[in-house]
């Protein structure tokens, strides 16, 4: 068995471990109305109204800006594509083509840069964690390479 192998199994393998937390979940995010309900697929989904989070105020999207979506590229490349395809397709987590057509952009912003909160508070998240069986990493991203990493994501 060859090296890489025999480290992707290691890395899966306490992925899984990792993501096999006890606990209760929350039965709705901060913020939440009593009445809300899950956003069915496909439709965008927002991030829960918490304090410290992005939210849509926060960001400014225009016409996709190359040099920050080069930036988001090599971001990619060292954190982010050992675990995400630039397709459809899943991975370890989710693949992020369209990925943008179904979540909001301070949703996507605040998975980046928050995961522990999501993976809290959020719903959407929470069903993430269960489908793909590993947490996400805090890559310690700063706002800014977190914001190149979501423009290299409107270019797939």
């Not at 979506?69 to 693949?95: F, L, M, W």
């Not at 912003?109 to 805090?138: G, H």
Request: net charge negative.
């Amino acid at each position: 068995m060859t090296t890489i192998w025999k480290t992707s199994i290691a890395i899966v393998l306490v992925g899984s471990l990792l993501a096999c937390g006890g606990g209760d979940k929350p039965s709705q995010p901060p913020g939440a109305s009593a009445g809300a309900q899950s956003p069915e697929a496909g439709t965008s989904v927002q991030s829960p109204k918490v304090e410290g989070l992005i939210t849509a105020a926060d960001l400014q999207l225009g016409e996709v800006d190359a040099a920050m979506a080069e930036k988001g590229k090599i971001t990619y490349d060292v954190k982010c594509q050992a675990c995400h395809s630039t397709g459809a397709n899943r991975v370890v987590g989710p693949g992020w083509k369209g990925l943008v057509t179904k979540r909001e952009p301070a949703w996507i912003m605040n998975m980046i840069m928050n995961i522990d909160v999501m993976l809290e508070s959020d719903p959407e998240a929470q069903k993430l964690l269960e489908e793909c069986l590993v947490r996400m990493p805090n890559q310690n991203l700063s706002k800014d390479e977190a914001r190149e990493v979501l423009e290299f994501m409107r270019t797939l």
